[in-house]
């Protein structure tokens, strides 16, 4: 299952904050054995958002979605995937019915059904939210899937933690390509060093077992293994074999 | 002039480190009134590094990249960016200059013109890489120009700021379209009820001066005016009309 992030909103680009979504679902995906293969930036626009999701969905099976479902002007994420997928947007009793129990809990007093969150692109579904007052939203899209979520960490966070699997796990394989990254920190040897004096065919050694990264950091060097399997057993199987390289190598956490 | 951003790695996508080079390119672009049109982050691989080469020169007239440009065999940054373009990678003796002159900054040694960093793509530029070891590179490309620097954040930030604009600053009218960003942050009232009643006519009236938006923070709401304009003249008597709005409105920072 290839999974790919579109971020929107100006105030990313712009600088105003940092995204926390990016890293929020990498780490999220993780722990589920999956990946994030991409993820894209653009502003709140439909042009902007119609090319995110057109590079998106050519390498991806699911698109998530983070910013702009909010209630002011320059929220335009409905409206430019539904133009995107050639949906019209209609009232939803599902997302009126999400709505006023978000702002219910929350004990604020709810416009009513004219309200944009009671209204979503053709063939949504509304998800609740359990942080926030906006639905996420989530429809499938040419054989592949797409879930929006807003771009409040907290609120993006919730819709991961509520909906992500139970949406997904039985749409794709995912028990055909259980993922895993093992990293190992090596201290005070640069780079280069590691692998082109003190163990030069560690890395190919490693690239037997998964995709191998080299990350120097303050700390220390961090040597990253990615290896995938189609179980469990064989995942943690080849974790034994990757440290035992390490173990055997001059090179050592 | 419409800048992208392309940030390669693993790491990132993998959640193992936040990307810090997003916000560092769109503040410095934003003190020279320019701004960042869209950001694609890919994994350390050629289809991928494609793809958001494609959809970034697509859209913008500059692509700037970070990261994949050291010395591990998962930095393949020149070789997707070469084979993307259709050149070869060749020996230059300008990076070669560059890259000993960094080593000998450090006192390490270098391996010599055999290493990796005195390989350029042809046309390239090898710039100076005041802050590590990788030289940065420059290209012009179908009329449009790429900038790629490594992702280490304060290497990435020397980039900007030793050659950014000097690369830059005579390929495109930049004067015809300064940018400024004014945030003005009210305090207390929801975002709804800012702009349902409050003041319903406050988003139009802005609108006329520049793009608005609306961020909603811990703090505050944060109304954003992106005001654009040929001269600094214009920009700061647009600037005056937009705080003017505010004091005449009942929404007060």
Not at 169 to 181: A, D, G, R, T
Not at 201 to 219: A, E, I
């Amino acid at each position: 299952m290839k999974i790919g992030l579109l971020i929107i909103g100006n105030e990313i680009l712009e600088g105003k904050i940092n995204d926390a979504n990016l890293r929020q679902l990498s780490l999220f995906l993780r722990q589920h054995h999956l990946e994030l293969s991409a993820s894209i930036t653009v502003t709140d626009s439909e042009d902007a958002i119609h090319l995110g999701l057109k590079t998106l969905f050519s390498t991806c099976d699911v698109v998530v979605t983070s910013g702009g479902l909010g209630p002011t002007k320059d929220d335009v994420t409905k409206e430019a995937i539904a133009s995107f997928m050639g949906r019209k947007i209609n009232y939803a009793e599902a997302a009126y019915e999400v709505a006023i129990k978000n702002y219910e809990r929350f004990s604020r007093p709810f416009a009513g059904k004219e309200h944009g969150y009671c209204f979503l692109p053709e063939g949504f579904v509304a998800l609740n939210n359990s942080t926030g007052f906006a639905p996420a939203l989530f429809a499938e899209h040419s054989g592949k899937y797409i879930v929006c979520g807003a771009g409040v960490p907290k609120e993006f966070k919730s819709l991961l933690e509520d909906h992500f699997l139970n949406l997904l796990q039985n749409k794709f394989p995912v028990s055909s390509e259980l993922i895993e990254s093992i990293t190992v920190r090596t201290k005070r040897i640069p780079e280069e060093k590691i692998f082109g004096e003190v163990d030069p065919s560690l890395w190919d050694k490693l690239s037997h077992l998964g995709s191998v990264s080299s990350l120097p950091t303050t700390m220390g060097v961090d040597i990253g293994v990615k290896i995938k399997a189609h179980e469990l057993q064989e995942l943690s199987s080849k974790k034994e074999r990757v440290l035992a390289i390490f173990e055997n190598s001059a090179v050592k956490p």
